[in-house]
């Protein structure tokens, strides 16, 4: 059974930083790109940042120079240390996963963060 398990959302002002975390189970994570997307109410889940197998990073506009994506792969574990928290932040983000060879892909349940300006 396949697990993406989200955690480190909360509450934080503008300006603050949080580390989101999504441990895997069930894949075979280091063959796995690893992504980080957000959606709010009303709008298209978005993708936020993401990293391949070989620790290559991709960001969306909105959060470069802000957000960093790493994976441990040891631990089975991508993060996304977000710095500089905006209002316009505030979104649930998800964990996902997408297996390099075979296109499959799989979602965390989400978890909320939320910028208070």
């Known amino acids: 059974q396949v697990q993406l398990v989200e955690s480190g959302g909360g509450l934080v002002q503008s300006g603050g930083s949080l580390r989101l975390s999504c441990a895997a189970s069930g894949i075979i994570f280091s063959i796995n790109t690893m992504s980080w997307y957000r959606q709010t109410p009303g709008k298209q889940r978005e993708l936020v940042a993401a990293i391949t197998t070989f620790g290559y990073t991709s960001y969306a506009d909105s959060v470069k120079g802000r957000f960093t994506i790493s994976r441990d792969n040891p631990k089975n574990t991508v993060y996304l240390q977000m710095s500089s928290l905006k209002p316009e932040d505030t979104a649930v983000y998800y964990c996902?996963?997408?297996?390099?060879?075979?296109?499959?892909?799989?979602w965390g349940q989400g978890t909320q963060v939320t910028v208070s300006s």
């Open positions: 996902n996963s997408r297996n390099a060879n075979t296109g499959r892909e799989y």
